[in-house]
């Protein structure tokens, strides 16, 4: 079980990949950057919830009734989630798929401070050293074709991506320590029921006020935002047990392999081509993920 993590964490980092994906997708389809992020949650919600009730009935423990720390824990988490999804939609309308999305990676060292200082989960030394190599790959990827580099406003929204990503990794893995002793996958998924509803129904109100009419057309397009919902619930899933397994900074810092996955949809789906510099900047970022693998966590 010491390692089930890591292939939990892979497998979140890849359906995460598609999911954004579908997304950018769905810009073409006339819906707005809110519209795209509701369709995360929309059908991802009963989804969650259908898995809590059968994972509920197939596990013979008690379950704790979820307590106010669990609530700060899972609203905080799920606030900062929405948030960030929020701005990483609005990032593919200003670069490069694959660089968009490298752009929130600067989440790990923020993980790794707001892990230490809210949870008192420590970074190894060669763990840190793992997420300041991924970092310095962000930072080369961050410089813009046409100038700006860190003064850009896609760095801007990509730094508040990772940092909001970071209290949605905390929150969730705060949440899911509440539900002790029940086994990881069961934490995960109550956790995940809940967060997702709350969600749904903040989003929902936001549109509402916000963009009239964006409801009806998130909802027209079922077709192809049911999608979106069902791998952002099978993404959730899997980053939940993994939160439920593991420090959130080494989950993160793993989680980052999902630049790779993205290079490989950048190239092949939506034609996009990387520069040298951006190159090496993976490069980076592949170095760290297999320092975490090989020596960052145990």
Known sequence: MTGLWIWVTLAAAMVQTLRFMLQKRLKGVGLSTGGATFSRFLFGAPLAAIAAVLTLGLTDAAVPLP???????????GT?????????????SLRNFAVGVAFTKTETVQVALF??????????GLGWIAILVGLGG???LSRAPGGGGLRSRATVYGVLAGGLFGISAIGYRGATL????????????????????????GMALYLRLREPGELGRVLAAWRRTIWVGVTGVAGSAAWF????????????????????????????????RLSRREAVGIALVVTSLLLIILGGAR
């Open 115 to 124: 892990s230490a200082l809210v949870l008192g989960e420590i970074v190894s």
């Open 178 to 201: 509440e539900l002790l002793p029940l086994a990881a996958f069961s934490r995960a998924i109550i956790t995940l029921a809940c967060v997702t509803f709350a969600q749904s129904i």
């Open 67 to 77: 307590g106010l720390r669990f609530w700060v824990f899972a609203l905080a988490g």
């Open 241 to 272: 047990t993994a939160f439920a397994l593991q420090n959130a900074a080494y989950v993160r810092a793993l989680g980052q392999v999902e630049i790779v996955f993205t290079l490989v949809v950048s190239a092949l789906v939506f034609h996009e």
């Open 138 to 140: 962000v930072l080369l």
């Open 80 to 92: 900062g989630q929405v948030a960030a999804t929020f701005l990483t939609v609005a990032l593919f």
